[in-house]
């Protein structure tokens, strides 16, 4: 399915939806593409501003519609560096621990996106973008959800982030929490803090350029590091973590079991 194809997946089709409407007020931009509809959704059969601009796509959001844009390109390379794909899919690779980004483009306004990202929710690692950026990553995760064909029966994805019972029963929370969040299938949200990095999708291959002795994560990695992280990086500053035997697997069973 090309670009296109995947915008026209949830909306009417350029002949039925006309475009002159929106030339009353709009200079014309890429006509060789069609109507204004075909590239920013709204309404051009109408001449209510708030009708006719429903759902609208802002220009900077609406590169994704076009084949090779830099735009896109520049937002591809972030969503790879950046690993985002450690928590969300999007263009079908990815942990489904966070929000599918593959319903983007039917589910979510632009904006909505943008400013998710600009102001991260719980448990969602604070990137810092700029906003150029931000607008970028957008427009890369529309391509990709435009090029994935819809997926019929998907189940919802139930996503918790307090359960106090579990929380003070849990070896993540008890021994990791005060200084890493990490997001879990299993328990949702655990840890509060925000010293260390964003522990979420840790042992996948979309964890973004950390690694345990320049090879990924492992158990046996993870678990070395713990007995003592300063034979393996002399500057980090974290402390040993003792664990037992069945406190090491309870903690890989919470955090990194299905």
């Not at 296109?4 to 014309?28: D, E, M, N, R, Y």
């Not at 560096?81 to 899919?89: D, E």
């Not at 600009?118 to 529309?142: G, Q, S, W, Y």
């Not at 139930?158 to 106090?164: C, K, L, N, P």
Request: glycine fraction near 8%.
């Amino acid at each position: 399915m090309t670009i296109l194809a995947g915008v026209f997946f949830f909306q009417v089709t350029i002949a039925l939806a006309g475009g002159s409407g929106c030339l009353k007020c709009h200079q014309p931009n890429h006509q060789e593409r069609g109507a204004c509809v075909s590239c920013h959704r709204g309404n051009s059969r109408t001449d209510r501003i708030e009708i006719a601009h429903h759902n609208l796509v802002p220009a900077k959001f609406a590169h994704f519609t076009m084949e090779a844009s830099p735009v896109v390109k520049r937002g591809e390379k972030l969503v790879e560096t950046s690993g985002c794909r450690r928590c969300h899919v999007t263009g079908a690779k990815g942990n489904r621990l966070a929000t599918n980004l593959d319903k983007a483009l039917v589910l979510a306004r632009p904006q909505g996106l943008f400013d998710t990202i600009k102001r991260p929710v719980l448990f969602m690692p604070d990137f810092c973008f700029k906003e150029e950026h931000i607008t970028e990553l957008v427009n890369a995760i529309l391509a990709g959800a435009a090029r994935v064909e819809p997926e019929a029966g998907e189940i919802p994805l139930v996503i918790h982030f307090e359960d106090e019972k579990e929380a003070k029963e849990n070896d993540f929370v008890s021994h990791c929490g005060t200084c890493h969040r990490v997001l879990t299938a299993r328990f949702g949200g655990l840890g509060k803090g925000d010293i260390g990095p964003n522990l979420s999708g840790l042992f996948s291959e979309h964890y973004p350029g950390i690694y345990y002795d320049k090879e990924p994560w492992s158990s046996e990695g993870l678990k070395k590091w713990l007995k003592n992280p300063r034979e393996v990086r002399k500057k980090t500053q974290m402390a040993p973590i003792r664990l037992t035997p069945d406190e090491f697997s309870r903690l890989l069973e919470t955090v990194w079991g299905n």
